[in-house]
Nanobody, 126 residues
Framework: QVQLVESGGGLVQAGGSLRLSCAAS????????MGWFRQAPGKEQEFVAG????????NYDDSVKGRFTISRDNAKNTVYLQMNSLKPEDTAVYYC???????????????????WGQGTQVTVSS
């Protein structure tokens, strides 16, 4: 069982930045592909970004490309999401997720992820 704890959410003005962190409670963090998803009120959960277990490949939703950057520090069992140029439409609860299957690519489908955090709220004011 892997526990994931997100932090770093908050309230920010449009154009601002936030950095989300997700700490994992596992000694084998380097074998998990990690993803960030988000869910806005009244909308379905959607993929934001993911990073391969090795850190050698990333995947982004088109809506965040060029603005968000996912990274990981396997020595700290932590994955990050740097969010720049935030827009009001980025407002959502952001979830960290872990995929235990060793794949070639980074999945964007939530069903591929085995473990989930509780989420952290990000609110972008206009």
């Amino acid at each position: 069982q892997v526990q994931l704890v997100e932090s770093g959410g908050g309230l920010v003005q449009a154009g601002g930045s936030l950095r989300l962190s997700c700490a994992a409670s596992t000694r084998t963090f380097s074998t998990y592909t990690m993803g960030w998803f988000r869910q806005a009120p009244g909308k379905e959960q959607e993929f934001v970004a993911g990073i391969l277990y090795s850190g050698g490949r990333t995947n982004y939703d088109d809506s965040v490309k060029g603005r968000f950057t996912i990274s990981r520090d396997n020595a700290k069992n932590t994955v990050y999401l740097q969010m720049n140029s935030l827009k009001p439409e980025d407002t959502a609860v952001y979830y960290c997720a872990a995929d235990s299957t060793l794949r070639v690519g980074v999945p964007a489908d939530r069903v591929e992820y085995d473990y989930w955090g509780q989420g952290t709220q990000v609110t972008v004011s206009s």
